[in-house]
């Protein structure tokens, strides 16, 4: 299948955290359509797991939901920074360790219908404590989860967060 | 830990699936900040499982992705409308399919970064063809999947959005 060709694109908003244009395109059968398109660089989630086997996640109040989730840690790759250097940077900043191993075991968009994000996945072990680093501690809380806990955490949308639970389902089905 | 009180409020953007604000907010030791939120309604997606136990997928061209990608069938609720007719409007416009069941099994949000929307996730079973309903089949492409060949599709980055991988792991998970 063709793709869509870009008849117009106009830039609405530069941002911080993201863009947002819209493009009039021609469909396949040549039809004119809008497509809203929100641009947000590629990022970084990380299942880190301690050396009792538990996960570690992260609770931050989230003001696009109004409330507090529990995620994996996850954040942007910055300009010119290696894939793997932000893994251990977020898990520095975000939960105090280092990890001595972090593999990469997947990756996905957010949100492909309207967003150019896609996060990288990857486990991280092997963890030192390094709280000197961590860089917000007021307004993240670490949250240790046993691994036989995260099923009924899921299935109340207690975790309700798609990359925590696309990562955790990787990372369990790496154990199966 | 308290939210985060909104100081002021700027719609940048009103669109056809999405809106654009960005608000001031005083987190809570009283530090300014500037939070992008993209608003997006309330979504359905659903792993739909034929009767010979195959997952049903669609391929589509995705535009803010710039190639085509291999979906569950997902969409919005529209105002006004039940959750569960919106599983199977949707169900009949992508897959020319309708369930005799569904059933909710879970839900998340896309990106709770900066983005409103929530997915409610269902299964869909008992497929009856509807082929008369179809929306849009020259630009959908229906895929059936063998359930054993799910797991080299997610691990290869095949099949890499959030919430297909998140949606299959689930009805993976109910089948163990």
Known sequence: MAGEKVVSSKT??????INLRV???EEPDGKPAT????EHGDCIAVVPIDREGNILMVKQYRHATGRELLEIPAGGVEPGEDIEMAVRREMSEETGFSPATVQRIGGF???PGFCTEYLHLFIATDLEPNRLEAEDTASIELIKIKPEALEDLISSETICDAKSIAGICTYLRMQA
């Open 12 to 17: 609405i908003y530069k941002g911080r955290i």
């Open 109 to 111: 968009y957010s949100s």
């Open 35 to 38: 497509r809203e398109i929100v």
């Open 23 to 25: 493009d009039t395109v």
